[in-house]
């Protein structure tokens, strides 16, 4: 299996609780490994062949957060 990461910075995530909720929406996307996040950037962790990038990014946004840049490796 190959595991991609991905780095959000995240400009509205304020508080311990809108940390948690983001964490525990991302760890329900299927080929997600695992989701480290503070109250400016979340890093991911994610099977390529499970989950893209996009759907990632979509799903913060979905839950109302502004992703104010991305990177990868």
Do not use: C, W
């Amino acid at each position: 299996m190959s595991i991609s990461s991905a780095y959000f910075t995240i400009g509205n995530l304020e508080n311990r609780h809108d940390v948690k909720a983001l964490k525990r929406e991302l760890d329900k996307l299927a080929g997600v490994i695992s989701v480290s996040a503070s109250t400016r950037a979340v890093a991911v962790d994610y099977d390529p062949t499970g989950v893209g990038r996009e759907r990632i990014q979509k799903q913060i946004e979905r839950m109302g957060f502004v992703v104010s840049n991305e990177r990868r490796e």
